[in-house]
């Protein structure tokens, strides 16, 4: 998948020093974004991309202002690409873990990441896995299981055995590459059925696909 790296925020020394990981470590092409702001930048002009990963950097940013802000994220969808948005620079005394993931954001990178997490982070999220530690994804979890989100009283929708599996496996934070070897499949294949769950559930990334799937086992009275 084609992908561009767009960095946007406050500081130009980090934003230069990101572009400089994503070109010359990662090999992706990547821009540098004037705006300071996910709510002020324009991703218009960048069509031939399959895919545009955004890297906002919150240093400067106020831990209410980082929340306030957090809701563009829920804008930035598009039918023909896939967006993907990973915060950096924040401060793991925050919090904000909770919300980004209800907002939509694929991951964080805290303050005092190394270079190496963090090209490991960008490699994940353009995979389409989630970047949090495993504690936040299950906390998550639980408090959705008790205030699920998703309206609605169709029937869930049905999966073949190896979906299931493989929702199963998400439902458990693992990565693509660790499913595959679970299952004795390639990783390509893998993606291919997690499309395939996207499309069933109508939804467009792991976490509304987890959150669709607890509540509605929880509707049914099942789990997984």
């Known amino acids: 998948m084609e992908t561009c790296v767009y960095v946007f925020g406050p500081c130009k020394f980090y934003k230069n020093s990101i572009q400089y990981i994503v ?31 955004c890297l906002w950097d919150c240093w400067e940013y106020t831990i209410d202002s980082l929340m306030s802000n957090l809701s563009y994220c829920q804008n930035y969808t598009c039918e023909t690409q896939k967006i993907f948005i990973v915060v950096y620079n924040v401060r793991r005394s925050s919090g904000i873990e909770e919300q980004a993931l209800e907002m939509n954001v694929d991951g964080i990178f805290y303050e005092d990441d190394s270079i190496d997490i963090i090209k490991k982070g960008i490699k994940a999220v353009i995979n389409g ?8 994804l299950a906390n998550f979890v639980q ?36 499913m595959a070897k679970k299952l004795y499949i390639s990783t390509s294949t893998v ?5 395939s769950i996207y499309q ?17 086992h929880k509707n049914n009275n099942s789990i997984l």
């Open 143 to 178: 408090r959705t299981k008790k205030n699920p989100p998703i309206p609605g009283e169709e029937k869930m929708p049905k999966l073949t055995s190896r979906e299931n599996e493989v929702l199963t496996m998400m439902c458990q934070g693992l990565s693509n590459n660790n």
């Open 200 to 216: 069933k559930f109508n939804v467009t990334n792991r976490t509304q696909a987890v959150l669709y799937s607890i509540y509605k």
């Open 191 to 195: 993606k291919k059925h997690i499309y």
């Open 129 to 136: 896995e989630l970047w949090y530690s495993r504690k936040v």
């Open 23 to 53: 070109k010359n470590d990662i090999g992706l092409p990547c821009e540098v974004s004037e705006g300071t702001c996910i709510k002020n930048v324009d991703l218009g002009g960048k069509n031939h991309f399959q895919s545009i990963l």
